[in-house]
């Protein structure tokens, strides 16, 4: 999903199961003071830039926005969180759990939507956690499946983002104190990682791993490269929405890095719906680019498009599922869902 999916790169099993704080490690301990300080740092400086906004402006831009491109962005929106329950999907393959594919795919669906706009503890983790459980898996096939969605959101970012850095498209603010020259280097290394991936899953000889009494079983190269593909996918999608609330006037290229660029951000900064990041992001990267009325309405159709809008779908399928998910099944699924052993494909 950020302009994207905001989803902690935690492992999702600790949300599931607490641990003692003698095994937190030393990481673990001082993000719970470095990221809230890091989201009020951006909040800050957002904060301290609003009343130089044109909130004129980003008023009268969404007022000229014509339905047809509305339903057009829309469209993109809805296929880009239609493609991003595809990734339950694989998890659904890889572990061969027997829920029906049209139950995994809403669950993920409705997980994204609530983790864009409630934070991911509560979407990416919570709600998912919750609606498979009701479902009948257990809590190790849940964190797996976590775990493997998580994964293929952030391949297919490294896969773009290492793209756009390599190429030189996104120049780097005189702030952010790095060159063109190491950004570069970085993309390089994000394309090396995601495609060391595909490869490891093709001719890695060990499959299974045992993590904190958990077994982990590596995709196939199949796999690997579905979870490439869609990933990548899903993320042009959300780079075409916003290219067409700028009225096209940004690089498509640009326009997408700025994207990653909030993204990354967002996952950084412990804020529901990364309120105000996306704002910030695109303010500091492109207001010498587009007016500053247009960008702001632009952000604001994007964020009420992208998060709102699909939340009230998101909503919809909840109910639906804890409707059509009373205990007495959920139990009955538990037996049918772990007759069959975890295994990749």
Known sequence: MSTAPTATLADPADAMSPRPATGSTRWQRC??????????????????????????????????????????????????????????????????????????????????????????????????????????????????????????NWLGYGLLAG???????????????????????????????????????????????????????????????????????NWALMGAAMYLLLGQKVPYAITLGVLLAASIVGVLTPIPAGLGVLEAVYLALLSGTVKQGALMGAVLAYRALYYLVPLAGGLALYLLLERWAPASDGQEGAASALETPVASV
């Open 31 to 152: 993000r719970r003071w470095v990221l809230p300080l890091v989201g009020v740092a951006v909040l800050g400086l957002l904060l301290s830039h609003i009343h130089k906004i044109d909130w004129a402006g980003a008023w009268h831009a969404l007022h000229r926005y014509s339905p047809w491109l509305l339903l057009a962005v829309l469209g993109l929106a809805t296929a880009s969180h239609a493609l991003y329950g595809c990734f339950d999907l694989i998890g659904r393959r890889h572990l061969r759990h027997r829920l029906p594919a049209w139950r995994t795919w809403a669950i993920a669906v409705t997980s994204y939507a609530f983790n864009l706009n409630l934070g991911s503890l509560v979407g990416g983790v919570g709600m998912r956690a919750r609606l498979y459980a009701r479902a009948g898996l257990d809590d190790a096939t849940v964190a797996q499946i976590v775990g493997l969605s998580l994964a293929t």
């Open 163 to 233: 793209g756009l850095f390599a190429a030189g498209v996104i120049e780097p603010p005189r702030q952010a104190h790095i060159g063109q020259g190491a950004l570069q280097a970085l993309g390089v290394a994000m394309i090396m990682l995601a495609l060391g991936y595909v490869m490891a899953c093709a001719v890695s000889r060990k499959r299974e791993w045992v993590v904190r009494g958990r077994h982990i079983r590596l995709p196939g190269a199949r796999i690997a490269s579905m979870q490439l593909a869609l990933s990548a996918a």
